[in-house]
């Protein structure tokens, strides 16, 4: 029997959703001034696509802030490693909780651990309860009007929009009152989520504030500078024109509604439309893993599985580093690198360096962004690769590939994004900067740069490679070619 002292009436199951605002799992839980426990779990042995090195890190700190927030309010964050569906119901049992409360997620290792917990729980007659608020809209109920899931962006961004419901959000419980004695705990430390090299944590620290407090300062300084000018910079790498909300998005620090009701409030104009069209990316990606779970590892497009890819790991080591010799690609590598996040515009120009001229398959460079964004999300990363790839939904034509020159020149016209992230190419001036290789031996000399030394000569042409990669789609069966 439980210690009376010691009970609970309600779980609350933590997982990507490391808030208390916005809430629903929160709100039923501590309704009525029910004494309640938090639970993380953390999964293992780890599960299928568990979190990367840069997302550990930030798992760490988000814990560590979410348990200040609810002891602030009176409330306990117990810590326990395991496999869910056993840790879960032997914690209610411990508190005596008559019920489970957890936002409801729909990634599928997600959706297999509702079940096996929901059937464990049932053993013990205590209820798992889930509630919405992980996403915008519900992935099985959006439908073509035929019945069937949406392939194409566009008309799914048609219809999540029309069925939004205008519900405001809701702040956090002043209280969340917790039994007199909480259950144990694992110390945060012993779950060694930091990275062991200091280096690269110290350039994490210096970018992120994780936890709910950082994401609501986070979204107050878009709103109040980058929205307005969002449709017009978001592509332009130089520039703070992005809401860098991702991270906290993922880990549920912040709900899709709240971001979203605040943007609409805000009054930005053309800047709100430009903004709800990622956010609906979002959902779209999420929407796909949900009815493709095979989504990370598999094309969606079949004639893909056949893809004549080239197996050369060189190329793959010096594009992971940044030293591509091409100054864009290097630089979206080195930013990936130093602040575990990149700039959309350029994610989308080295993955297709990577894919399409490089060859490399499409799963290596999802499994690279996967270790070392602080944003990595499982649905967004897959879906975005095999959009570059060209296997996926809403999939480019094959013959579009990336120019990484025309690119750097389009949206870093002026250099500021490459000159701060490749420094040894800063004295070139603006014409050559994207492509030193084309820089007369004086102008290089000037400006210290020596090609096969101080910088790399590129990997490949740019134009075979292009070639290459039209001729390796061509060879598709059922392509477009």
């Known amino acids: 029997m439980a210690d009376p002292a010691g009970r609970a009436e309600c779980v609350i199951w933590f997982r990507r959703d490391l808030r208390l605002a916005d809430q629903a799992a929160v709100q039923a839980a501590v309704a009525g001034g029910r004494r309640v426990v938090g639970l993380f779990v953390l999964e293992a042995p780890a599960g299928p696509w568990a979190p990367g090195a840069a997302s550990r890190w930030w798992l760490h700190h988000s814990l560590a802030a979410l348990a200040g927030a609810l002891a602030a309010r009176g409330g ?14 032997a914690l209610a049992a411990e508190v005596g909780a008559t019920a489970v409360h957890a936002l409801e997620g729909f990634e599928p290792h997600e959706q297999a651990s509702q079940r096996a917990v929901a059937a ?122 992005t809401s860098r909300l991702s991270p906290h998005l993922h880990w ?16 930005a104009g053309a800047g709100l439309a430009s903004f709800q069209r990622e956010l609906l990316w979002r959902e779209f ?17 079949p004639e893909f599985a056949s893809f004549p890819w080239v197996e050369e790991r060189s190329g793959l080591a010096a594009w992971r580093h940044g030293r591509t010799g091409v100054p864009i690609v290097d630089a979206g590598m080195r930013e ?41 999300d499982l649905a967004a990363n897959a879906a975005s690769w095999q959009w570059v790839a060209g296997c996926g939904a809403d999939a480019a034509p094959y013959f579009r590939i990336f120019n990484p020159v025309l690119q750097g020149r389009k949206f870093d016209p002026d250099g500021a994004y490459v000159r701060r992230f490749v420094p040894e190419l800063a004295a070139l001036p603006d014409a050559l900067l994207h492509a030193p290789w084309e820089a007369p031996p004086l102008a290089l000399a000037e400006a210290g740069v020596r090609l096969g030394g101080s910088y790399p000569r590129p990997l490949i042409d740019l134009a075979a490679g292009r070639a290459r990669a039209l001729a390796s789609f061509a060879s598709l069966s059922g392509s477009d070619a």
């Open 76 to 89: 306990t964050l117990v810590l326990r490693r395991g496999a869910p569906a056993a840790i879960v119901p």
């Open 120 to 241: 464990a729980l049932a053993e013990r007659g205590v209820a798992l309860l889930l509630h919405p608020g992980a996403l915008l809209t519900d992935p099985r109920r959006l439908r073509t009007q035929s019945g069937g899931a949406f392939s194409v962006y566009t008309p799914f961004a048609r219809a999540a929009f029309a069925s939004l419901p205008p519900l405001p959000d809701v702040p956090a419980p002043r209280r969340v009152p917790a039994p007199e004695r909480p259950p144990p705990s694992e110390p945060l430390e012993s779950w060694a989520l930091l990275p062991r090299r200091p280096d690269w944590s110290g350039g994490l620290r210096a970018a992120w504030t994780p936890g709910e407090a950082g994401a609501a300062a986070r979204l107050s300084a878009f709103l109040a500078g980058a929205l307005a000018r969002y449709g017009a910079q978001r592509d332009v790498p130089g520039a703070a024109g």
């Open 252 to 267: 549920g620090e912040i709900s899709p509604r709240q971001v979203w009701n605040a943007a609409a409030a805000s009054g």
């Open 285 to 301: 990606s999420a929407y796909l893993l949900f009815h493709h779970p095979d989504l990370p590892e598999r094309p969606l497009r």
């Open 336 to 376: 990936l690198w130093q602040s575990g996040w990149m700039h959309n515009r350029v994610r989308m120009i080295v993955a297709s360096y990577l894919v399409k001229h490089l060859l490399v398959p499409w799963q290596e460079g999802e499994a690279w962004f996967w270790d070392t964004l602080v944003d990595a």
